[in-house]
């Protein structure tokens, strides 16, 4: 490629769906576009691995985008995400900088993705589905199996009720389960939208025999089910969370996996990727995903379609779907 080609960055390509997503062909006659396929080390090897480029299309919240690393990336003049927004970018930092941002907008049905995937969730935590895939493949039958907790007729809690909390109430409701729900904010006229109860946080907490949390990561929701609520929780209660890792105590978490009080069917986690020797990764009664919530065809052929579209617009003095419109004032 030539010396003075713009160097696109194409991020967290952990599942190796970029390339087949999207057509690439119009970026890159026009630049040199690398795709990372594994997660950096840290910050350092981020700053050193793309300090060269012009553009940076990140996925999502995978690689962490604080001013510290923005700082570090000298040749950098616009940054894509995927979604409307990402917690883990820092966009005044970029707005600082001259930088322009940029997001994708999800269509069609790929917004209830996340909401399928807790359901899948529950019904194999329920059921114990991988471990009966497991024994299947093993040369096993039923031997060692845990027995299966049917679901008609029992206490679902969704804390937090927006509209992947609100699908997985519905998805519940048709299972025959009793829902009930709780968050900071949650109005009654909301659940009744829903056809769900507004419930107490303590009375979720001791009465579900499943739980799953839909509520986006902040400061107020970091932690907000702590040792005390998990203490609350009945014997064998299913815990889902598909959210952000941060929002459960860990530590509270793994002490009741351990103790065998309730069985845990997660999609998120504290550090992405988890680490191979995380205590996670061989704690019992788990069922885990690694954060494929959203993940779905329709979604990728949603957003990197739309993150070539932003590319190129801003390579032509266009840029499209700007999330700091101000960058482009000055």
């Known amino acids: 490629?030539?010396?003075?080609?713009?160097?696109?960055?194409?991020?967290?390509?952990?599942?190796?769906?970029?390339?087949?997503?999207?057509?690439?062909?119009?970026?890159?006659?026009?630049?040199?576009?690398?795709?990372?396929?594994?997660?950096?080390?840290?910050?350092?090897?981020?700053?050193?691995?793309?300090?060269?480029?012009?553009?940076?299309?990140?996925?999502?919240?995978?690689?962490?985008?604080?001013?510290?690393?923005?700082?570090?990336?000298?040749?950098?003049?616009?940054?894509?995400?995927t979604g409307a927004r990402n917690a883990s970018l820092d966009t005044p930092a970029c707005t600082a900088r001259g930088v322009v941002v940029c997001n994708t907008q999800g269509g069609g049905y790929s917004d209830s993705a996340t909401a399928e995937l807790s359901l899948g969730l529950?019904?194999?935590?329920?059921?114990?589905?991988?471990?009966?895939?497991?024994?299947?493949?093993?040369?096993?039958?039923?031997?060692?199996?845990?027995?299966?907790?049917?679901l008609a007729g029992k206490t679902m809690g969704v804390v937090g009720l927006g509209r992947l909390g609100g699908y997985m109430a519905t998805y519940c409701k048709a299972l025959r389960m009793n829902v009930i729900a709780w968050s900071q904010n949650l109005t009654a006229e909301r659940c009744a939208e829903v056809g769900v109860k507004l419930v107490s946080k303590e009375e979720l907490m001791a009465t579900s025999d499943a739980i799953s949390i839909h509520l986006v990561l902040s400061d107020r929701s970091r932690g907000m089910i702590g040792a005390a609520d998990i203490a609350r929780m009945k014997q064998g209660a299913i815990l889902i969370n598909t959210s952000r890792g941060p929002i459960v105590n860990e530590a509270a978490m793994l002490a009741a996996l351990h103790a065998g009080k309730i069985t845990a069917a997660l999609d998120v986690y504290d550090k992405e990727p988890l680490p191979a020797g995380h205590p996670l990764r061989n704690a019992p009664n788990t069922v885990l995903m690694p954060h494929m919530?959203?993940?779905?065809?329709?979604?990728?052929?949603?957003?990197?379609?739309?993150?070539?579209?932003?590319?190129?617009?801003?390579?032509?003095?266009?840029?499209?779907?700007?999330t700091n419109p101000e960058v482009l004032k000055a």
């Open 122 to 150: 529950l019904i194999a935590a329920a059921r114990g589905i991988p471990r009966g895939d497991s024994n299947m493949k093993s040369g096993t039958f039923q031997m060692g199996l845990p027995i299966g907790m049917g």
């Open 1 to 81: 490629m030539s010396g003075n080609m713009t160097k696109v960055a194409v991020l967290d390509d952990w599942q190796g769906v970029a390339q087949g997503s999207a057509d690439w062909s119009r970026l890159q006659a026009r630049a040199d576009v690398t795709f990372f396929a594994e997660a950096f080390a840290d910050e350092n090897d981020a700053a050193a691995k793309l300090a060269d480029f012009d553009i940076v299309l990140s996925m999502r919240e995978r690689t962490p985008l604080p001013a510290s690393l923005i700082n570090r990336l000298p040749k950098l003049r616009m940054m894509g995400m």
């Open 293 to 322: 919530g959203y993940g779905t065809r329709e979604t990728w052929e949603t957003f990197y379609p739309q993150m070539i579209e932003n590319a190129l617009g801003f390579m032509d003095g266009k840029p499209v779907r700007v």
